[in-house]
């Protein structure tokens, strides 16, 4: 196995205010842009050429990672003009690939944190003479999932909408969103069209009769869509939770990026971490957050499972909990902000009339 795709063509509409100025696999996740650790992890997998599906702001990816040489890979990237979906924008980079037509090709979705056993889906696939290999995961609740039934060998046997009914929960194995394609596949996918392949391509596959095998991994795997799983999934790498070998630093309860000033007696737990040039008040308690470079967060300011954006600045004695302050806002002193509340970029909010402790 030697080259991938990465489609990270998304608008993170989800992610917002995260994504105004910054694709979502850009955004830093345990110091370091999210692409990043997928980067890192399929390098680690033997392959050596990826190809970026990009489109949302694409231009932001070249100038961070050029051609890929400082990770030990070979980078390209394709734009879309418009919009092609996850099958689309697979056709429309396949002219890049080197593969043969029998050969597989990776694919992986921009916004998923795995601990996938990448060389076992690649093993999987080529073991079963698959068309293509999907890495199916289990989850507790699937009703917000698509499902994907396999046989006793692991052969894909159906591709099921979101379950409205008990009776409909057939399977809790659903798509993790990581695949190896035949390239003949990619290369059948119809050109310049938005195409789906979880909702086209996948399930005309197999009423032709096509040969797609599952491979259930139940290691770490999260969506990263949401602000909160976001957040989770930063804490998690810097905790050690979710592996990958681009993390900056040590595991542990917190990672402080260079030239980031965090006073004597702040408290920084549950995987936190400080990016560059931030600052962090005396006596400030940030728990479980992503703190971006630049930012500064006064005295006294307590901020749980939260994420600030660059340069954005917390007043003392705010309390923030679950909650996404963007880039170059400003949230004055005594303020209490909870339960999902997002703050646009550029916002200025005012000091509170009332005082609040940080003890409560």
Known sequence: MTEAILLVGGKGTRLRPLTVNTPKPMVPAAGVPFLTHQLARARAAGVEHIVLATSYLAEVFEPYFGDGSALGLHLEYVTEEEPLGTGGALRNVAPYLRSGSDEPVLVFNGDILTGLD??????????????????????????????????ATGRVTAFLEKPQTPEEIVTDQINAGAYVFRRSVIDSIPAGRPVSVERETFPELLSSGAHLQGMVDSTYWLDLGTPQAFVRGSADLVLGRAPSPAVPGRCGDSLVLPTAEV???????????????????????????????????????????????????????TLLTDTVIGDDAHVGADNELRSGARIWCNTQLPASTLRFSSDQ
């Open 118 to 151: 990448i060389r076992a889906l690649v093993a999987t696939h080529a073991s079963s003479g698959a068309d293509v290999s999907l890495h199916l995961t289990r989850v507790d609740d699937p009703r917000a999932y698509g499902l994907v039934p396999t046989d």
């Open 263 to 317: 006073a004597a007696d702040a408290k920084l737990t549950g995987g936190t971490v400080i990016g560059a040039g931030a600052r962090i008040g005396s006596g400030a308690r940030v728990t479980g957050s992503t703190v971006l470079s630049g930012a500064v967060v006064e005295p006294g300011a307590t901020v749980t499972d939260s994420l600030i954006g660059e340069r954005a600045h917390i007043g003392a004695r």
